[in-house]
Nanobody, 115 residues
Framework: VQLVESGGGLVQPGGSLRLSCAAS????????MSWHRQAPGKERELVAS????????NYADSVKGRFTISRDNAKNSGYLQMNSLKPEDTAVYYC?????????WGQGTQVTVSS
């Protein structure tokens, strides 16, 4: 079982990035998928979540209107489109899948927003 994030990097303020989360060893279609982030010296926080079939999406207030979570169950993958990035969005971003007491985490991908 594995989740692998990709798409992180260095971007200027106002720029965009698209993170991907590829699952292997299990099928994500019955799992809630979420993205979390952790900045240096801060606790990990929930950024966005999407229900198993994609009909329900929730966002942290700090990213509403700028980030969009999506998933493609046929590709066993999830995504986080991040627009209008700000320096305060700098963090390691993690994807997570959960179904009841079962959850899996990826290893994280670094996003740095800086000029």
């Amino acid at each position: 079982v594995q989740l692998v994030e990709s798409g992180g990097g260095l971007v200027q303020p106002g720029g965009s990035l698209r993170l991907s989360c590829a699952a292997s060893g299990f099928t994500i279609s019955s799992y809630v998928m979420s993205w979390h982030r952790q900045a240096p010296g801060k606790e990990r926080e929930l950024v966005a979540s999407i229900s198993a079939l994609g009909g329900n999406r929730n966002y942290a207030d700090s990213v509403k209107g700028r980030f969009t979570i999506s998933r493609d169950n046929a590709k066993n993958s999830g995504y986080l489109q991040m627009n209008s990035l700000k320096p305060e969005d700098t963090a390691v971003y993690y994807c997570k899948t959960s179904r009841g007491p079962i959850s899996y985490w990826g290893q994280g991908t670094q996003v740095t927003v800086s000029s």
